[in-house]
């Protein structure tokens, strides 16, 4: 379980990204991407365990060591109302939360966040590194849970008001949706006791993080995957080159950079 509630607005310094665009849309996996004036939306995505934290917090150390002006945030959370019904969702004696009461949950603090904090980070031209997002949703509410996915879509479109990312990291901690679910739900476990969502079951992550799979599969030009199997700092050099076309600032020695501030070692 991710406990850092410290996560939310950050600001580093310096250019504004120029980069931006509208979800999906069919690009080329390596087109560069333009984001017509405002910042660039980067969301990290996954299941359980995957490396989500680790790596939304070395990316956006990067990309602030390169320069740009980064706001790093985490869903749900990241704004005082969001991170109260982060604690509400993710106690375990929630357990009584119907899937519908969860979904719209995970909602309200998405539409609290991104007018709060990323609508306003975009718009003045900042780089927002989001740890979780609307994919999130599709993976956990209709894959997990059996919610109809047409209507999550719906209710992610309204309670993200026409700003969608212009690039999502799903990372891997292993090859398969399956070994994904194990590997992923041991490592977050390790970390302290098991939230709700962890406690959901094995079958339950299985369905999640092959659903992951399948929105890598759509070759949207949105989503990359990376694999979180190895080392941390060869991770983040992948992350890094993942994101490269919303950010040609960006370069090895920023990750490195990132890297030894956090004391990782190769
Ligand atoms: N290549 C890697 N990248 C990231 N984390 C790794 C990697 N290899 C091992 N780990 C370990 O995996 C654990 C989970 O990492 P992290 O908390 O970043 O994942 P998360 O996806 O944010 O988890 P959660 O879903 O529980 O919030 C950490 O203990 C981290 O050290
Ligand atoms: C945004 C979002 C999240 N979830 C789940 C996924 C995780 O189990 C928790 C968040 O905790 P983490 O430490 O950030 O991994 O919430 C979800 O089910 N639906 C969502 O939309």
Redesign the pocket.
Known sequence: ??TDPSQGVADGQGAAVSAGVAEGAGRAADAPVSTEGRGAFVTLE???????????RLLAAALRHAGYDVVQVREPGGTPIGEALRAILLAPESAALTSAAELFLYEAARAQIVAEVIAPALARGAAVVC?RFTDSTLAYQGAGRGLDPAFIAQANELACAGIAPDLTVV?R?APSGAAAAEE?LK??C??GEADRL?QAGLAFHERVNHAFEELVETQDGRHVAV??????P???QAVAAAVQRLFPQLSAEDVDAAIAAEGHLR
């Not at 694999?227 to 941390?232: E, K, L, V, W, Y």
Request: proline letters at 6%.
């Open positions: 379980m991710q996954g299941g359980e365990g995957a490396g989500k934290s680790t790596h939304a740890d990372l901690p992923g490592r977050a390790e970390t962890e694999a979180s199997d190895g080392p941390i060869d991770t983040a």
